[in-house]
């Protein structure tokens, strides 16, 4: 089942809100408006991506139930943090580390249209599609059950990018936090939506490059680092590219930069 746009718009809302509120709570004062909503970006996934988890291990990864969670996640960060102070300034220097990230997002705005293949990016799109389709991030296969009733399976084997568990649990082999950030996006946007996560999270983190040049070396060098990064040939390529490479990044710079 796909959402339709008013329900896209809502899912986006509601997965922001919480790290909206959240960011503002750790704010400092002397904040430029880039570095605001970089942190409330980074705060908005670290409290989606266990969210997501939960309704995927569930098997409770759909429209109805992402937004009644992410609406009572929203609405605990407001009750808890809405009196906080916030603390944000604007500059010229926030348009231009924002310009850096809307130039990194127009470089990668053309995805690699990868469905299905071997390697680790067909494990991702496979396991995402499924999880967007079915909700559920463990499959149980009957076929491998069948199998096993006369070839025993040790439990924990590894096949290409998937272990069997039992008779026919099959779970992926990797981190499931690129598995459903690509599933929301299948869910929201069907095929493209799920192409488009990966240039997204490769374009942020170029303004979380600049923060952490621009503290460690001054606002000159942090610009021209994040330009660098923003233009290197694997910067361009694993942005374009489904995989967990970028996703990674975005995770860990974030703790660094804003």
């Given at each position: 089942m796909r959402t339709t746009l008013i329900e896209a718009v809502v899912i986006l809302v509601l997965v922001y809100f919480p790290g909206h509120f959240l960011g503002a709570g750790l704010a400092r004062k002397g904040d430029g408006l880039a570095e605001s909503l970089l942190l409330r970006l980074a705060c908005c996934t670290a409290v989606a991506t266990p969210v997501l988890l939960v309704l995927a291990l569930l098997g409770s990864f759909e429209i109805a139930f992402v937004l009644i969670s992410f609406g009572v996640c929203?609405?605990?960060a407001w009750l808890i943090l809405r009196k906080r102070e916030r603390y944000m300034q604007a500059?010229?220097?926030?348009?231009v580390v924002l310009g850096?990230?809307?130039g990194g997002l127009a470089l990668y705005a053309h995805p690699a249209e990868y469905v299905l293949k071997d390697r680790d990016p067909g494990v991702y799109t496979t396991v995402a599609a499924k999880l967007a389709r079915t909700g559920e991030l463990i499959s149980y296969d009957p076929l491998v059950a069948a199998v096993s009733s006369f070839h025993s399976l040790e439990y924990g084997t590894k096949h290409p990018g998937f272990y069997i568990l039992g008779e026919d649990m099959i779970a992926p082999q990797f981190f499931p936090g690129p598995f459903l950030w690509m599933g929301l996006g299948d869910l929201i946007g069907g095929e493209w939506g799920f192409f488009y996560v990966v240039p997204v999270f490769g374009a942020i983190p170029l303004g979380s490059a600049f923060m952490l040049g621009e503290e460690l070396f001054g606002r000159c060098a942090g610009l021209v680092g994040a330009a660098l990064l923003a233009v290197g040939y694997t910067q361009v390529w694993?942005?374009?590219?489904?995989s967990s490479e970028v996703i990674t990044q975005f995770l860990s710079l974030p703790g660094y930069g804003p």
């Open positions: 929203a609405g605990l500059g010229w220097w926030d348009l850096v990230v809307a694993w942005s374009r590219y489904p």
